[in-house]
């Protein structure tokens, strides 16, 4: 596997019910990210870590709960999920987090909540 | 409120012609600037950026124009090319502070043959 890979690519799933997305990169980078793209919206920022640790957290709903357990692996636990959460979720990566730090995007897991 | 802005959801250009796609932000603290370019099915990547302290870059066929003053910037794509068919997302930052990228909604271009 090369770059940031994100599965499931695509998930369905009740209210009620518990899942988590997983990001994975293989590119060395000791930041990462989670954004989520809305239809019609733009990208929006969700969480960032570096060096596994949460530096910020974009006033982000508690059913969204981020686990950074290494530089290589991040994950979006969902829980009491919205329909309105149904979205486009994408993960990144960067070598550092400040901004000339070029982030590179897994290709997303397409949520459906019912 | 939408930081950043690119009105024209979509554009088509003849192959060979010149692709402008234009982009505003309101926030006048963005110093940072980023055009990012999207294949269906995969994620965004990066194809040139542009600081405030410029107000030009430019990258083999790819130009960005910033326009500090009317808070808007350009990416130019000269000549076009089938292959530069795909959705180019505008974002903004600061360049202090974590990489929190502010993004357009993006615009979907398409380059006839």
């Known amino acids: 596997e090369t770059g940031v890979t994100q599965t499931p690519r695509h998930l369905v799933m009740g209210m009620t019910n518990k899942k988590s997305l997983k990001c994975e990169q293989h590119?060395?980078?000791?930041?990462m990210y989670w954004y989520k793209q809305s239809a019609k919206k733009p990208l929006e920022l969700m969480f960032v870590?570096?060096?596994?640790?949460?530096?910020e957290n974009n006033s982000v709903p508690s059913r969204f709960s981020p686990e950074c357990p290494n530089s290589s692996h991040l994950f979006l636990h969902l829980h009491t999920l919205q329909p309105e959460d149904s979205a486009l979720y994408l993960c990144?990566?960067?070598?550092?987090?400040?901004?000339?730090?070029?982030?590179?995007f897994g290709p997303g897991t397409r949520l459906t909540v019912l | 409120d939408q930081q950043v802005k690119q009105n024209s959801p979509s554009l088509s250009v003849q192959e060979g012609r010149i692709s402008i796609l234009n982009c505003d932000y309101t926030?006048?603290?963005?110093?940072?600037f980023l055009w990012y370019k999207k294949y269906p099915a995969e994620g965004p990547t990066f194809l040139i950026s542009?600081?405030?302290?410029?107000d030009k870059n430019e990258d083999g066929r790819f130009t960005v124009f910033l326009n500090k003053s009317a808070k808007h910037l350009s990416l130019h794509i000269v000549p076009s090319q089938p292959g530069d068919s795909a959705v180019y997302f505008c974002?903004?930052?600061?360049?202090?502070?974590?990489?929190?990228?502010?993004f357009g909604t993006g615009t979907r271009l398409t380059v006839i043959p």
């Open positions: 990144a990566s960067s070598q550092g987090a400040g901004v000339y730090n070029e982030q590179f």
């Open positions: 590119l060395g980078h000791n930041a």
């Open positions: 870590y570096s060096l596994e640790e949460r530096v």
């Open positions: 926030n006048s603290m963005f110093d940072y």
């Open positions: 542009i600081s405030s302290i410029k």
């Open positions: 974002a903004a930052s600061f360049q202090t502070g974590a990489n929190n990228l502010f």
